[in-house]
């Protein structure tokens, strides 16, 4: 059974930072490839970033230069780095798995604010 562990979010004002992570138990790990979604109130969820198990990366255009997405397979994480945090980045993100129908952890929120 796969299951994810994360956290991470919480409130930051513009230009600030935060570092999401992801732990993902009941895979081998370093197998698959791990991807953050988002989904702000009223909006589809969205892709903002990707990790192949051989350490390539993909990334939404505008989240590209202030996001970093990375992972570690000895503790079968992965994390998300997000600089310089615009109002338009608020939103609830989610670590998903792209693999059979896809798995998806329970989300933690991302609010940026003054």
């Known amino acids: 059974q796969v299951q994810f562990a994360e956290s991470g979010g919480g409130l930051v004002q513009p230009g600030g930072s935060l570092r999401l992570s992801c732990a993902v138990s009941?895979?081998?790990?370093?197998?698959?490839?791990i991807d953050w979604y988002r989904q702000a109130p009223g909006k589809q969820r969205e892709l903002v970033a990707a990790i192949t198990s051989a350490g390539d990366t993909n990334y939404k255009d505008s989240v590209k230069g202030r996001f970093t997405i990375s992972r570690d397979n000895t503790k079968n994480t992965v994390s998300l780095q997000m600089d310089n945090l615009r109002p338009e980045d608020a939103a609830v993100y989610y670590c998903?798995?792209?693999?059979?129908?896809?798995?998806w952890g329970q989300g933690t929120q991302v609010s940026v604010s003054s």
């Open positions: 998903h798995l792209p693999a059979g129908f896809g798995y």
């Open positions: 009941g895979i081998v790990f370093s197998r698959y490839t």
